[in-house]
Nanobody
Framework: QLQLVESGGGLVQPGGSLRLTCTGS????????IGWFRQRPEAEREAVGCISSSNTGRNNISYLEDSDKGRFTISKDDAKNTVHLEMNNLNADDAGVYYC???????????????WGQGTQVTVSS
């Protein structure tokens, strides 16, 4: 059974960068769509982006919410069974708990993902 663990969160100054990692076990992430979601304090969970699986014929195509395009990048490392979320030029609105999730196909609808990690906290503050 697929399990996911996020890492790489922490405190960063405005304008700084972070690289979050989603590490899979119990299954090859290459066969799953991996989504990234963010939950700000007292807010609903929202989609950040997603990278597709090799099963769909759209291997490793990443999708990002419009607000994150140009600043965020999603990539996959099959050898390490990891998916990365590279975040640049961070601002206070980017702070929150970031989760990765595994599913059949990319979507920005969180309930369509079957497997979730425990989350990693991102704090943006000077």
């Amino acid at each position: 059974q697929l399990q996911l663990v996020e890492s790489g969160g922490g405190l960063v100054q405005p304008g700084g960068s972070l690289r979050l990692t989603c590490t899979g076990s119990g299954g090859a992430l290459d066969y799953f769509a991996i989504g990234w979601f963010r939950q700000r304090p007292e807010a609903e969970r929202e989609a950040v982006g997603c990278i597709s699986s090799s099963n769909t014929g759209r291997n490793n195509i990443s999708y990002l919410e419009d607000s994150d395009k140009g600043r965020f990048t999603i990539s996959k490392d099959d050898a390490k069974n990891t998916v990365h979320l590279e975040m640049n030029n961070l601002n206070a609105d980017d702070a929150g708990v970031y989760y990765c999730a595994g599913g059949i196909r990319c979507t920005f609808i969180g309930t369509l993902f079957d497997t979730w990690g425990q989350g990693t906290q991102v704090t943006v503050s000077s």
